[in-house]
Structures are given as structure tokens and as C-alpha cells.
């Protein structure tokens, strides 16, 4: 068993206090155990949440840690009309000391930022953005899976969406944000095995000028057609193209694309302005550069892609996110062709180059190496 971890409480320089109501019901030892040996992802939740209102009269106010309960919001609220949402998505670790810790949270803090400003939403400043996570995790930390119960965590999923009950389209006057947090198992439970990309021809994430550089929940909605005809063609997972040319590969709707070249180039697409900056894509390119792989983010077609696989240029690809860390990608399927990537005879078709950049990010989230870069901020 982890040892309890010293409580920190929250952080002296945070400027929103939260008002603390424990519920007196909280789920029982047994109930919380069930959870914690099976997490899953995304189905179960802790006893509390984080709610704060904002007001364009009152700025925010009212934050508060309260009973994990359905939200009360009028059927006239913006967002379930004109989609004024943004969210976030981070993940908080259990140590070995018992000690809880979550993996650049500033940089959650900050794209939420950017995705408020595209959505017309206000500003959570960021240190209150961080107070808010270390808030919901000192009150839920018995929620937080124990170290060594593999890569187990409690994801936390912070929101924002515009209540204002009014039917006029403008940026809404009154809004909510929220953090909710649910444990989270191994996103493959015997270890990493290859997924299949469907690459999309038809379906386009993101435009030029569009939403697709911010975490909104109209992306994710405009994403679940092309979702469906991946399933459809026996896939798991969609690629992207760009909108204008429709020929340089995006991402694939939740995660970043990534290919290892034989020669030990690791290339991912550039930030066009309609991909989604992911925070391991950015860790991703730091850890390959310690590891000496030459990095290069530059346009990359789907061409590139399927005549590097071919001639064997390209020995490996995967797709990086926070819920499934580094995921490889064993198949890319398309309307008229398939390919299959990677040595599927050994190590379960997981290539070197992927194993040692899973296992490095793996190891220093979970602080089982030195954190050189400064990434990990305690949580309790
Ligand atoms: C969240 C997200 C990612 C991955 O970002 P991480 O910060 O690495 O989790 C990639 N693409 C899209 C569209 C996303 O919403």
C-alpha cells in the first residue's frame, strides 16, 4: 500500500478560494475499491467535482469543490444549442511515495486559454486553472489509483460552457467551468498493441481559420461521421488531410500523427493552425531529441506516408494523446488500398522507436526517472 501522502492543501498563491462542501455520502471503501481495480476509462466518477460561475457583471465567482451531481442548466442554455464548449484533458499520477502528481498542467492551463479566446469564452486565469485540479484531487485523492497498478491513473477532465438561457447568437453573458475527474486503467490492458487508421478522404476535421487548434466539443461532433465509416471499414481510428489541398496529413481527431524513419528521423506534421497542439506531442518531440533521433516537423502527405512504408523508409508510425500515451499504428487503410506497418512477428507489432518513447514518458509521469524538464507539478 502507497503511504498517505502529506497534504499540501492548496497553493498560497492561488487567487480563487474554493469554498469546500465534502458530500456526508461519500462512495463507500468497497464501492470506491470496485472502481479502482477496473477503471476503465471515463465511466466512473469521483465523490466531488469543481463547478465556478462567471458572469459578465460578476467576472467568476462562486468556485467551489461539491458533490459530483447532474448539472442544473436551462433548456435554453447556448451551449446545447450553438455548442459554446471547450474542455480539457490531463492526467494526475500516483508515485511511489504516495505523492500525486500532474504532467505540465501549465500547458493544459494555457491551450485552454487559447481555446477560450476562439470560443469567444473568458479567461480562467491559469494558476486558478492549476488550483482547480489540486482542489478536486486533495479532496478525491483516495480516488487516485495506487502506484504499481499499472499505467493507472485519475483523469481529470476540466470544461467550460456557456449557460446563458438565450437564443440570440452572441458569446453567452453567463458561463460555467468545471472539472470532473474519473479513474483511469491502462488504455490496453495486456500492454500496447497497433491500431488501424482509416484515412479519410471524404470527412474533414479542421479548416483553415476554423476550430481545429482549439479542444472544443463541435470538433469532436463534426468527428464522429468519419469515425463511423472507419469502424465501418475495420478500422479504429481516422486520419486526416488538410481541407485545401487535401493531401497533407492533420492528425487523427484525438491524437497527434507521428513517423520514425529508418534512419532514426522522427516527423511529425507541423502545427498548421487546424491541429490540435497536443501537450505529449510537444513532450514527444523533446524526449525523441534526448533519446538523439533527429526531429523535424514539416508537411507530411499521405503519400509520403504510403510510399515510405512501402519502400520500407518508414519503419514506424503511432499517434500520441494523453488517454492512450503513445499508441502505435499497425494498419493504414483507405478506399481502395491497405498497408501494414511495423514487424507484426515480434514484440506484438510494437516497433523499438515507439517502445522507448512509451516507456520513457511512461516512466518519468509515473517519477521513476529524474524529471529533467521541469514537467511534473504536485498535486497532493
Ligand atoms: C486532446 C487532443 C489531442 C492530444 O492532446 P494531448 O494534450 O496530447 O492529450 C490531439 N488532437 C485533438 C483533436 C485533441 O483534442
Excluded at 447568437?169 to 490496453?188: H, T
Excluded at 515507439?354 to 498535486?379: F, N, V
Aim: with cysteine; net charge negative.
Amino acid at each position: 500500500m502507497p503511504q498517505r501522502p502529506e497534504r499540501i492543501g492548496v497553493a498560497v498563491a492561488d487567487t480563487w478560494d474554493f469554498g469546500l462542501e465534502l458530500r456526508s455520502d461519500p462512495a463507500t471503501t468497497a464501492a470506491r475499491t470496485a472502481v479502482l481495480d477496473k477503471p476503465g476509462f471515463g465511466q466512473a466518477f469521483t465523490d466531488h467535482m469543481v463547478v465556478a460561475s462567471w458572469s459578465a457583471d460578476r467576472g467568476w465567482h462562486d468556485q467551489r469543490v461539491t458533490a459530483y451531481a447532474p448539472l442544473k442548466v436551462s433548456p435554453a442554455a447556448a451551449v446545447l444549442h450553438y455548442a459554446q464548449e471547450i474542455f480539457e484533458g490531463l492526467k494526475a499520477y500516483r508515485h511511489e511515495d504516495g505523492s500525486v502528481w500532474a504532467f505540465r498542467p501549465d500547458r493544459n492551463a494555457a491551450r485552454f486559454t487559447t481555446s477560450a479566446e476562439r470560443l469567444a469564452l473568458p479567461k480562467v486565469p491559469e494558476q486558478d486553472f492549476v488550483a482547480a485540479l489540486r482542489a478536486l484531487v486533495t479532496a478525491d485523492e483516495s480516488w487516485v489509483p495506487p502506484y504499481g497498478s499499472g499505467e493507472t491513473s485519475l483523469y481529470l477532465r476540466p470544461y467550460m460552457i456557456a449557460t446563458e438561457a438565450a437564443l440570440s447568437v452572441r458569446p453567452a453573458r453567463e458561463v460555467l467551468f468545471g472539472v470532473i475527474a474519473s479513474p483511469a486503467g491502462a488504455y490496453f490492458a495486456t500492454g500496447p498493441k497497433p491500431v488501424s487508421i482509416w484515412l479519410s478522404t471524404t470527412s474533414i476535421r479542421a479548416t483553415p481559420g476554423g476550430t481545429g487548434a482549439a479542444k472544443c466539443g463541435g470538433n469532436y461532433a463534426a468527428s464522429l461521421a468519419a469515425l463511423a465509416e472507419a469502424t465501418e471499414n475495420g478500422c479504429d481510428q481516422v486520419a486526416y488531410v488538410d481541407a485545401v489541398e487535401r493531401r497533407w496529413l492533420e492528425e487523427s481527431g484525438s491524437m497527434n500523427l507521428f513517423f520514425v524513419y529508418a534512419d532514426g528521423r522522427i516527423v511529425t506534421p507541423e502545427l498548421s493552425g487546424s491541429i490540435l497542439e497536443g501537450v505529449t506531442r510537444s513532450s514527444v518531440l523533446q524526449l525523441a531529441a534526448d533519446l538523439g533521433h533527429p526531429v523535424e516537423q514539416r508537411r507530411v502527405s499521405a503519400d509520403e506516408w504510403r510510399d515510405g512504408v512501402r519502400t520500407g523508409e518508414i519503419t514506424e508510425a503511432f499517434a500520441s494523446g494523453t488517454a492512450a500515451v503513445i499508441t502505435p499504428i499497425g494498419r493504414l487503410a483507405w478506399p481502395d488500398g491497405d498497408l501494414t506497418i511495423g514487424d507484426h512477428t515480434q514484440d506484438h507489432g510494437v516497433g523499438p522507436v515507439t517502445a522507448k518513447l512509451r516507456t520513457t514518458l511512461l516512466d518519468l509521469q509515473y517519477g521513476r526517472i529524474p524529471d529533467q524538464h521541469g514537467w511534473l507539478t504536485r498535486l497532493s
